[in-house]
């Protein structure tokens, strides 16, 4: 599929600089969880009348913006993770892709909530209320490991459209999870397949007390949870309409870890709206993510960080600490250890650049993530700008026993579980360079 698109000659706008947010500690199962793949807890400037994660509005993705990524969906979904904006200091999170499946069955799987515990991991109970004209009032019980959580949400399904496709909103209305929403835009694409965009915004602040918890630790734990459930939802809702219409999935193939080619300049204008993942996903394979983002900085200025043991160490993980084991000429080896209580998980890893001015590689050696190997690189935009190219392989398991009992049987929860942890190291690599001093 041609794209059509004029790469920026200017700065389109501005990516939001940050600030910091305290972090305060719990011993709670998903907060835990959230502090595995979070990071240092920064935000940007809250807006001065903020809207609730229920009425602010949700964007979705622009027909240009559909049109760029396109192309992506053969290799699997791609997300984008806002930055705050004037409505809301909660960042939305956009998944897209694309569906072997009519755009009307999607819609039918989508809009009959009574279903969703035959195909939705961990969801053990739906129960329908009531209906009325285009809405449905419903409840449900969600169970991860050695919690249960419930909610109550009101679904409207607007009438379908033959060539516009078909919109459904979920409103969370209150429950463990807080309030907000999801937005389901399914698009026609041919006879047998369509695209689905599905947008959620979740605000927990507001919820029970193992939720505000969570919440605690600002928008970085709100963003890990955000992501791990709408991955959950648009990748169970794909295999189901699939699996309803007769598809099936080809076998995966090994692929190796390989930098992703992006003409970067193209995707300026939506880099200003949020941080884009492309997850390289057949069946229940995740081979890998990659992922791009701007920094807001010079390229000299993020290669600082990039190249800094201590600085990448401590921006893998929430509240992460790394210390310089020694450098040889394979590259530098350097310890790290997240100290959460109880569950203090830690390991040894190689940072190495490829040449000067290349690709920095990070792999793990030993410990939590002893398997994982991360790359990262930069480009320069024509306003001298830094882009920030990522791409990774690792498996959310290799950290701690709860972990593994939340991923287990839930392939869509670990596969959220890596995207939202590519997100944490690019956003912890901007705030980082960006605080450097000239």
Do not use: K
Not at 185 to 201: G, H, K, N
Request: proline share 7%; glycine share 8%; net charge negative.
């Amino acid at each position: 599929m041609g794209i059509e698109a004029n790469p920026p000659a200017r700065r389109p706008w501005r990516v939001p600089r940050t600030c910091h947010a305290v972090l305060g500690p719990s011993l709670t199962v998903l907060l835990t969880l959230a502090s595995l793949t979070g990071v240092w807890a920064v935000r940007a400037q809250a807006p001065a009348n903020p809207v609730g994660a229920d009425a602010a509005r949700l964007r979705a993705l622009l027909p240009s913006e559909r049109a760029l990524l396109m192309p992506h969906l053969d290799d699997g979904p791609v997300m984008l993770t806002e930055f705050s904006n004037e409505q809301t200091e909660l960042p939305a999170v956009t998944l897209m892709a694309r569906v072997h499946a009519p755009a009307d069955l999607v819609a039918d799987v989508v809009s009959h909530p009574e279903r969703y515990g035959a195909f939705m991991p961990a969801l053990d109970e739906v129960e329908v209320h009531a209906r009325q004209g285009l809405q449905v009032a419903y409840s449900w019980h969600w169970t991860v490991a050695i919690f249960t959580l419930r909610g109550d949400n009101v679904m409207t399904v607007y009438p379908g459209h033959p060539t516009r496709g078909h919109l459904i909103e979920v409103t969370s209305t209150n429950g463990d999870l807080g309030v907000g929403r999801f937005l389901f835009r399914i698009y026609p694409e041919t006879p047998e397949s369509c695209v689905l965009v599905f947008a959620t915004r979740i605000d927990m602040r507001d919820a029970n007390y193992l939720s505000q918890q969570m919440a605690s630790g600002g928008n970085s734990v709100n963003r890990t949870i955000n992501i791990a459930l709408a991955m959950t939802m648009l990748l169970a809702t794909v295999d189901e309409s699939q699996r309803l219409h007769g598809y099936i999935t080809p076998e995966p193939v090994e692929r190796p870890l390989v930098r992703p080619s992006f003409d970067v300049d193209r995707y300026a204008n939506l880099l200003a709206r949020g941080d884009l993942v492309f997850l390289h996903l057949e069946g229940d394979r995740l081979h890998g993510v990659s992922s791009l983002a701007r920094s807001g900085t010079s390229v000299a200025r993020m290669r600082g960080i990039m190249v800094s043991p201590e600085e990448f160490g401590e921006s893998l993980m929430e509240g992460s600490r790394s210390h310089t084991i020694e450098v040889t000429e394979q590259g530098t080896r350097f310890g790290w250890v997240i100290p959460v209580p109880l569950v203090s998980v830690g390991g040894e890893m190689m940072l190495r650049e490829t040449e000067p001015g290349g690709a920095i590689e990070v792999d793990g050696l030993r410990g939590s993530l002893e398997s994982a190997r991360f790359r990262f690189d930069t480009h320069a935009f024509p306003w001298r700008e830094a882009a920030i190219v990522g791409w990774s392989q690792f498996d959310p398991g290799e950290t701690t026993r709860l972990v593994r009992r939340v991923i287990e049987g839930n392939a869509y929860f670990s596969h959220g579980l890596v995207a939202a942890v590519q997100v944490m190291i690019i956003r912890s690599l901007r705030t980082r360079s960006q605080r450097m001093g000239p």
